[in-house]
């Protein structure tokens, strides 16, 4: 898609937003960083990133409907009551979701998962997926550990993402030796929350994997062995850092661009490489997977 369609794509979804704002009864003021405010009963954020990559994959013609639906799910998300006394009733709402960092403005129960992102407890109801504040959580007595730990079982117990295996040079290439990646993937919100169980996909030794979470949907793993080359760990960093980026514009729910080192639950990010663009492997990574030393805790 040319740069010019694209953004006059996203001016009338933008004013498709204002006009379903309106309706509503709210005012709209454009926010840097792709989001608009509205005003009215309450203040609330609608991204607009999610919904321009949601409106690429339909017809033009389903714009309207589609902005309608998503604003008006954001508004009564909002002002519906929202009943937290009963802890024990709505426990099994409760899910922790991977936001970027920026979502947060010191108010929401979360708590730092990755450089630029961020863990937070939501209620997952059968209209909307609410992200929970501090003041919210706070009368129900529960630790941060319990609490979070709670939300992570809820999404463990509604089942595994779908896995597949792809060659990162592209399809019909794994047999010439091209590195093959572990994507994990499904319609929920709660792909990311799945690295914590990355080891019950797929064989990860004390040396981890390469990963990524571009999306809210989307989880990609390449794992890291000893024995592996120098030039496959930088093709294999390459290949996915492009396709991490691919994901990510793609969307929808972008999370990040960012390559990560997982080993031990930790994220560690991968820097620019010399050329500033690509990435460049984490030191200790390169002897570490060779075998000439061990990565001590």
């Not at 309608?68 to 519906?80: M, N």
């Not at 550990?145 to 019909?172: K, M, T």
């Not at 709660?190 to 990860?204: R, V």
């Not at 390449?222 to 691919?246: M, N």
Request: hydrophobic share 40%; charged share 25%; glycine share 10%.
């Amino acid at each position: 898609m040319s740069g010019d369609r694209r953004e006059g794509d996203e001016a009338a979804l933008d004013s498709l937003v204002v006009l379903a704002a309106e309706s509503l009864g709210y005012s709209c003021t454009r926010l840097p960083g792709d989001v608009m405010a509205l005003e009215g009963r309450d203040r609330l954020h609608v991204g607009l990133r999610d919904l321009w990559q949601l409106a690429r994959l339909m017809p033009r013609a389903h714009w309207p409907a589609l902005v309608s639906d998503h604003v008006t799910t954001v508004v009564a998300a909002v002002e519906e009551p929202l009943d937290l006394e009963d802890f024990g009733r709505i426990l099994h709402l409760l899910r922790t979701r991977v936001h970027p960092a920026e979502a947060d403005r010191g108010v929401l129960a979360a708590r730092p998962f990755a450089p630029g992102l961020i863990e937070v407890v939501v209620l997952d109801t059968p209209t909307t997926v609410r992200a929970l504040t501090r003041a919210q959580v706070a009368p129900w007595k529960v630790s941060e550990e319990e609490l979070f730990a709670l939300g992570r079982a809820n999404v463990h117990a509604d089942g595994p993402l779908q896995r597949a295996e792809r060659s990162l040079d592209g399809p019909g290439r794994e047999a010439v030796g091209a590195p093959v990646v572990t994507v994990l993937h499904g319609w929920t919100f709660y792909a990311a929350t799945h690295l914590a169980w990355l080891g019950e996909y797929l064989p990860i030794g004390p040396l981890g994997a390469l990963v990524a979470l571009p999306s809210r949907g989307l989880l990609l793993a390449f794992p890291l062995h000893p024995g592996q080359d120098e030039e496959t760990l930088t093709r294999a960093a390459a290949c996915l850092y492009e396709r991490t980026g691919r994901g990510y514009e793609e969307g929808p729910g972008s999370l990040s661009r960012e390559l990560y080192w997982w080993r031990h639950g930790v994220l560690t990010p991968l820097g620019p490489g010399p050329d500033g663009v690509g990435p460049a492997l984490p030191d200790g990574l390169l002897p570490a997977v060779a075998g000439e030393r061990t990565i001590r805790d």
